[in-house]
Nanobody
Framework: QVQLVESGGGLVQPGGSLRLSCAAS????????MGWYRQAPGKQRELVAA???????NYADSVKGRFTISRDNAKGTVYLQMNSLKPEDTAVYSC???????????????WGQGTQVTVSS
């Protein structure tokens, strides 16, 4: 069992910044990946950014150059620094975790409860 605790959501103005945090606790796999999804009203959930244990990252095209994902492997915590926020970034952001038995072999995955990010004047 892995539990995810998220924090950092809120209301910001266009062009502002916000930092999201997600801490994983429980039985954590040595090989894992963590990241952030978001779901805007009337839209499907999409992957925003992800980071693997070794530090490799990937981002949605819409956030490249504005968002930065990082992690503290010892604490099992992932961060999402969001800069130059736009109204279209408004969504519920959810942390996710994937544990692997071996490289590329998924054993377990779970999601956090979600945190609201609203970008508006």
């Amino acid at each position: 069992q892995v539990q995810l605790v998220e924090s950092g959501g809120g209301l910001v103005q266009p062009g502002g910044s916000l930092r999201l945090s997600c801490a994983a606790s429980g039985t954590i796999f040595s090989i894992n990946a963590m990241g952030w999804y978001r779901q805007a009203p009337g839209k499907q959930r999409e992957l925003v950014a992800a980071i693997a244990t070794g530090g490799s990252t990937n981002y949605a095209d819409s956030v490249k150059g504005r968002f930065t994902i990082s992690r503290d492997n010892a604490k099992g915590t992932v961060y999402l620094q969001m800069n130059s926020l736009k109204p279209e970034d408004t969504a519920v952001y959810s942390c996710y975790y994937k544990g692997f038995r071996a490289l590329g072999v998924k054993q377990y995955e779970t999601w956090g409860q979600g945190t609201q990010v609203t970008v508006s004047s």
